[in-house]
């Protein structure tokens, strides 16, 4: 069979996800994607906080009492809780209680405790795989889920020659494009949809922008965005977006995520802590990058030229 480039587009998680592959042929292509279909769903129907049938809404209206769950959650949630403690609080999973009651999610028409329940206020049994949240506290973990889908979506796609999984900017790459070309990634303007300020040359690697543009609303007069440091129950100020690359999707979102939510400062001494390659916006337009990330820029007039 001829093999060649081919892009698919399937819905999950909220999101369309593009899969783009390359050296493989069409009726393998369509095989391999509804592989990775498949995983999206499923990291959907258990991890979706807008959906009351997942695992997860049956978890946050638990009422605080000790709750089974699956391997899987399991390990989501200790995993944030871990994230949680390294921040000291300004990432924490518990922030499904302030987004809910913007109106932003399940539960529907929350009204918060107070005071708001935290991630100490968390318990775990090992042996017995139970959670026990406090009454009233609603877990959001999907600044981890959504690029673990991605991440483990891609060994759906084993073998392939070249691929690209891009699931509502959350990106993650392995090998080449067409003739051996690198895999050019734009990053999106974040006071400008239609703009691009920069793009960059990668592969074999994962790629996450975190902004505070997508998802915002306006709830009581007050505006909000969905990145809040719940460390003043607040939506993040100074950061307008984050450009992080990883081996993995995974580390990429995460460490764009903290980086946003622990602020200009404390955001940018743990970026260079990990080395990563970064480009962050921020809210008076300042650009801040490191030589990583400068090394992998290509010309946005060439990407464009490209595209054209």
């Avoid at 393998?28 to 997942?54: C, G, P, Q, V």
């Avoid at 518990?94 to 913007?102: N, R």
């Avoid at 337009?285 to 054209?308: D, M, Q, R, Y």
Wanted: glycine residues 10%; charged residues 20%.
């Amino acid at each position: 069979m001829t093999t060649g480039t081919l892009h698919r587009v399937f819905h999950s998680m909220g999101i369309a996800v593009h899969c783009t592959l390359v050296g493989i042929n069409a009726k393998e292509a369509e095989e391999r994607i509804a592989e990775a279909e498949k995983i999206f769903n499923e990291f959907d129907l258990r991890f979706s906080r807008f959906k009351e049938t997942s695992e997860l809404h049956q978890l946050n209206v638990s009422a605080g009492k000790a709750h089974k769950v699956s391997i899987e959650m399991f390990q989501v949630i200790k995993k944030c809780v871990a994230l949680a403690e390294q921040t000291s609080g300004a990432f924490d999973p518990s922030v499904g209680g302030v987004l809910a009651s913007y109106g932003y999610g399940l539960p529907k028409d929350f009204t918060p405790p107070s005071p708001l329940p935290t991630y100490r206020d968390i318990s775990f049994n090992d042996s017995t795989l139970e959670i026990t949240l406090a009454s009233g506290q609603v877990l959001e973990p999907a600044s981890v889920v959504k690029s673990m889908a991605i991440d483990i979506a891609a060994q759906a796609f084993r073998g392939v020659p070249g691929f690209m999984i891009n699931a509502g900017g959350d990106i993650m790459t392995h090998g080449k494009f067409e003739d051996g070309a690198l895999w050019n990634i734009a990053i999106q303007d974040p006071r400008d949809p239609r703009a691009i300020v920069g793009a960059l040359g990668i592969e074999n690697a994962g790629i996450a922008t975190s902004g505070v543009y997508q998802t915002h609303g306006e709830s009581k007069g007050q505006k909000w965005h969905h990145l809040v440091d719940m460390r003043t129950q607040e939506s993040t100020s100074g950061i307008l977006s984050a450009t992080v690359v990883a081996p993995t999707c995974e580390q990429a979102d995460t460490e764009a995520t903290l980086t946003i939510l622990l602020g200009i400062t404390d955001g940018i001494a743990r970026l260079e802590r990990t080395g990563l390659p970064y480009f962050l916006i921020l809210n008076d337009g300042l650009v801040k990058k490191n030589a990583a990330f400068a090394a992998l820029e290509v010309p946005v007039g060439n990407l464009i030229s490209k595209s054209a």
